[in-house]
């Protein structure tokens, strides 16, 4: 067993049940003490436990009387599925490199797959964010950029759903993805892979100054000059690398992504493909398993803050 790993026994025997899994909780969204969401306040909470039939964790704000849980506030909110269980459903999707598909979380933890798809769609919410593209969380150093499209081959299609309009991209959807050479990716589904579309995602998620690496592409042309130095590898010439100029690390995203879309999860439909594409970038960042497991779950719970989502915006 890896040193940075845990096993499944191992996670049982740390959470083995709610109780437990509440009180690591607590602890890691409120290191200080709990905090009411509604107005911050944290001198004026009250834990209703010990004062009314309610089971511990259940707090009241005496400030603006506002009852709450840990949950509250977080992708978990509203949720009657048991907290041991969302830890065990967090580890999975931290340690399945592929992902792990809504019929084996409801096997996993005893839920019907309907429950395991919104669990599934809350945790790919917490695993996005804003990303780079603010100031400090700017992608820096050397910086490989490529675009993939995700979407069925026209020919597996059935002949009422074939679009007949030619080869390649047709009918898929475009992702962007920028990887630091040994540090971050950033992967965005775009609507296009225009030159003003991609050079504007660039623009917003690299520091000025970087190193970049792309294919031939048209759209990354004149990146090479004030704000960026750019190199290029032609693979329409068989050129894969050359020297430090390659993109071979954005391209083992594409190949673990597509791995996890067709053989884990078969289909991900436009409206949701963002949140697949999160989830597999918060492996890669937070969840890298070069950091203990117990790190990642950590990670994992901070992202849970201020994230929650609804089943009917999820379905909407």
Known sequence: MSRSTISTFQLFALFPDEETARVYL?????????????CRSQERVSALGACSTRKPGFYRCLACEFDFTVRTNTVME????????????????????KGVSSLQLAKEIGVTQKTAWFILG???????????????????????????FVGGLE??????????AGRGAVGKVAVLGMRERNGRTHAKVIPDTTIST?????????????QLYTDEHGAYSDLDGLFFSHETVNHGAGEYARGSAHT????????????????VYHHASPKHLQRYVD??????????????????????VDATKGKRITYRRLTA
């Open 26 to 38: 607590e602890g890691r969204i409120w290191p200080d003490g709990p905090v009411c969401p509604v």
């Open 78 to 97: 509203r949720s009657k599925v048991p907290l041991h269980k969302w830890l065990y459903a967090m580890y999975l999707v931290v340690t399945a490199r």
């Open 122 to 148: 809350r945790l790919r919410e917490a695993c996005g964010g804003d990303g780079p593209g603010g100031g400090l969380d700017k992608l820096r150093g050397e910086v490989e950029v490529d675009e993939c």
């Open 155 to 164: 020919a597996n299609k059935h002949e009422a759903k074939k679009l007949n």
């Open 198 to 210: 991609i050079q504007n995602e660039i623009h917003g998620a690299v520091e000025v100054g970087t």
């Open 248 to 263: 071979n690390g954005i391209e083992s995203v594409w190949a673990v992504l597509k791995r996890g879309l067709h053989g």
């Open 279 to 300: 989830e597999f970038a918060f492996r890669l960042n937070d969840g890298n398993v070069a950091r203990h497991t117990t790190r990642r779950l950590d990670s994992f």
